[in-house]
């Protein structure tokens, strides 16, 4: 009973913080502009289970993206073990899944197969970060606090796999050493329980409840982690790709705003009709964290900080400023700093704003909107429909651009295109040619 009470106090206090964690964020949604509406549900099932589910963008680079994988699948698989454990824990019973018989065991064998091999893949991870400095890992964007948290959050991911080897150890052990049935099969622990053979029964029980709790405990710290970190993207990834743009990449989506405008220009009786409103006139693009969609702040807060879409960028690979990462990082981070104020006070400012005071205009006009960004994110990220959104409120709003873009665009205006030529030399070319322009 002891023992149900203090995981019934653990788990409360768990999903409290973890429960106030997340709703915080989500009132943070409250202060982002709308996107788009979610339509094809089908479609977007399939996506979910290819790229998410599939991981298949991961496999790109085979090893490393296998090993991922692995990662992935196998927190799938034991998840169901941490739900049996959290059953246990409050009833007070031992193995509650079992009646499930034979599928029972292949998810106990498949959990105890896949936190055997989720430690070596996070043992290749930390050597990775800690010995061979990869170059996607650096950057300005990342500071020592970054590569703390990912050091911090993948040993954590190791010893729960441990403390679940040497828990499904013990328990073999223990039940084998008292004659009782064992509940589940586990082919890499039964190899493990060795190292409890000398031992009393009771020595291998008491080995077993402090595994039991080191894993759960553990479990409990890292889901309450996770939403400060940049890890959060173990719940937020997979909504994420489901979520994602239909539209061919590249496609650049017209402004409600804009659009309302111009329907309202070509149709004068519609604008004269038009009721007086004492709305707020809204922004053009993007100027602070506030101004994004809801899907460009969903975007950031799933962000892996893996850096594969820096590393194809071509702005960034010719020694550009630009990083696709450091922007969502930038817009989760100012968020972050000014969202609790704008829920208290939706005048507030700070007079600082996610454009300039995080993203520098010479990031901004860096990014040639290829799109290999978000081509290659394994999440489904759209980089560039957010530095479109702030180049668009650059020079709408403030009329501010690069000198040729300038030129460009005042020949529009002026030539009906972005040549300095009027409309009637454009042609002037031909003259000495033998070509029949009509």
Known sequence: MTKQIVFAIALLLTFAVFSYTVARIIRFFSLTKKGFPIKNLGKRFMIMTEVAFGQTKIFRRPVLGFLHAVVFWGFCVIIFGSIEMVIDGLFGIEKSL????WFYDFLMASGDVFAFLIAIAIIVFLFRRVFLHVKRFEGIEMKKISHIDANVALTIILVLMLSLLGMNAAYVSHTMAIGGEIHGAYPVSNYLA??????????MLVQYEIYWWMHILLIFVFANMLPYSKHFHV????????LSRLEPLGKLTNMDNVTREVKLMMDPNAAFAAPATDAPIERFGVKDAEDATWKNYFDSLACTECGRCTSVCP???????LSPRKVMMDLRARMKEKGPQLLKNKDFSDNKSLVRDYVTEEELWACTTCNACAKECPININHPTLIVDMRRYLVMEEGSAPGEIKAMFNNIENNGAPWQYSPEDRLLWTKDLEINVK
């Not at 060795?194 to 020595?203: K, P, T």
């Not at 702005?315 to 400023?321: F, I, M, V």
């Open 98 to 101: 079992s009646f499930l018989g």
């Open 315 to 321: 702005a960034n690979t010719t020694g550009k400023k």
């Open 235 to 242: 719940f937020m990834s997979v909504p994420n790709v489901f």
């Open 194 to 203: 060795s190292i409890f053979s000398g031992m009393s029964a009771e020595s």
